[in-house]
């Protein structure tokens, strides 16, 4: 008898995390999307081109993970004032996460200008070098805008106003595919700029899309009440050192993650432009996939944060419970379209045999951590939603740093397994964080049930 009140509960906890999930996911499958466009337009202007943003791309992604981490400290601060009914305040959190972003906006553009250090110091092959550099100096003038970009989707998200996310990312999707093409290849009287021509159509793509979501904040009425630009503030050291409390181990947890995958590339760079461009299409795919458990982890900080700040523990724990149901389901179809249809999918991503047979190796390895990565997904953003940000920093560093890579570098540079050897390091790496995390939010949530 006790079992129905208990599958009713979980159903609708559910209900309403999908609600908030859907235009999340469909966001951030939009967002990854521009990458996978990216791929797909070097495939078709050559291996040597794919390989260059592939190195590219995995700069760039240090940039992104950065401004993600960080700026993932607005929603649960959002969430959590929204759930304890003070709306008013969440203005002054905006406006001061505005002056974050701007800062590490334009601090990640001097990086991204100056990144030729880091390809040497990978061992990057010298012929693929030029192109990358050409791509980071296109994309660099999109960071600052990605960074405000952030700060707008954070906003709207811990109010739960998810479908602008969706909205705009799919505009800028449909921006970014004539625009790339025109300036990659030429086309329509533009100068063939290669490489180079991407990273520029992504930093342009960026910056239209900033201007329709701030348009969207001064109209919406979803934010009239907020009052978002009433006002102006100078930056406060004391709400942006709140801000940074919460989103450097964050974004130091995220860089972690996203750390493993990038020095995975780039160790892979050295091996040569066939591993290189394989590599690229399979952890797009797999970037892919991982929008999902991302969009709902994104969404169960909210539903979690929603629960602090009522003060419900009960309600924090099915948030959580929903959160990981929701993603078991969603990976599990994952790794079916992984495992199944891996050939037909590496020649959509390229037109280079020697390519594409090496990527669906990948895609199946993919396959295998698909549940990993979604379980260290949902756990994480339970956790972003509690605020509790210095243990889970702890066990992602230990996880994909003690684990992952040496596990990978062990298998693929010194037994000589090459990309699938690095490939089984993801998968360890990913698994333990998977566990660990878990952990943590079942001992911690328990721990407020019981308070």
């Not at 089984?424 to 939010?441: D, E, H, K, M, P």
């Amino acid at each position: 008898m006790k079992s129905v009140p208990v599958f009713h509960r979980l159903r609708n906890e559910m209900r309403a995390t999908s609600a908030l999930a859907l235009p999340l996911v469909l966001g951030q499958l939009s967002s990854m999307a521009m990458n996978v466009v990216d791929t797909i337009l070097a495939g078709r202007h050559s291996a040597l081109t794919q390989a260059a943003v592939a190195i590219g791309t995995a700069v760039w992604s240090v940039a992104i993970l950065s401004l993600i981490g960080v700026m993932m400290a607005v929603p649960p601060s959002v969430a959590q004032l929204d759930g304890a009914g003070r709306r008013l305040e969440i203005a002054s959190v905006f406006r001061q996460s505005l002056w974050l972003a701007t800062a590490m906006g334009w601090g990640l553009w001097g990086f991204l200008r100056h990144a030729d250090w880091l390809l040497a110091l990978a061992g990057v092959a010298a012929d693929v070098q030029p192109q990358a550099l050409g791509f980071l100096d296109g994309v660099s003038w999109g960071a600052p805008a990605l960074a405000l970009l952030l700060c707008f989707r954070y906003l709207s998200e811990g109010v739960s106003l998810t479908r602008p996310t969706m909205v705009i990312g799919f505009v800028g999707l449909v921006f970014l595919v004539p625009l790339g093409y025109a300036l990659m290849f030429g086309a329509w009287g533009l100068p063939e700029m290669g490489a180079r021509g991407l990273g520029l159509a992504t930093s342009l793509t960026l910056w239209c899309q900033v201007i329709a979501f701030a348009l969207h904040l001064s109209r919406g009425r979803g934010y009239v009440d907020l009052q978002l630009y009433a006002a102006w503030e100078w930056p406060r050291w004391k709400p942006i050192a709140q801000l940074l409390k919460i989103g450097l181990p964050m974004g130091f947890s995220v860089f972690m993650e996203g750390g493993l995958f990038i020095a995975t590339a780039l160790i892979i760079g050295s091996l040569g432009t066939i591993p290189t461009a394989a590599h690229q299409v399979a952890v797009n795919l797999a970037s892919v996939t991982f929008m999902v458990p991302l969009g709902v982890a994104m969404a169960t900080t909210v539903r979690v944060g929603n629960a602090v700040g009522r003060g419900d523990a009960a309600g924090l724990r099915w948030a959580g419970a929903a959160g990981y149901a929701i993603t078991l389901i969603t990976q599990a179809v994952s790794a079916l379209i992984l495992l199944f249809g891996a050939p037909w999918i590496a020649t959509v991503w390229t037109s280079d045999a020697a390519v594409a047979a090496l990527a669906v190796q990948l895609m199946l390895l993919a396959a295998a951590f698909q549940f990993s990565d979604g379980i260290q997904a949902a756990s994480a953003g339970a956790l972003r939603g509690m605020k509790d940000t210095r243990m889970p920093m702890l066990i992602t560093v230990l996880a994909y740093w003690g684990l992952g890579m040496p596990m990978g570098y062990w298998l693929g540079i010194v037994h000589g397994q090459g990309a699938a050897g690095m490939w089984v390091g993801l998968i360890v790496g990913l698994t333990g964080a998977a566990v660990l995390l878990s952990w943590r939010f079942q001992v911690l949530s328990k721990r407020l049930l019981l308070a």
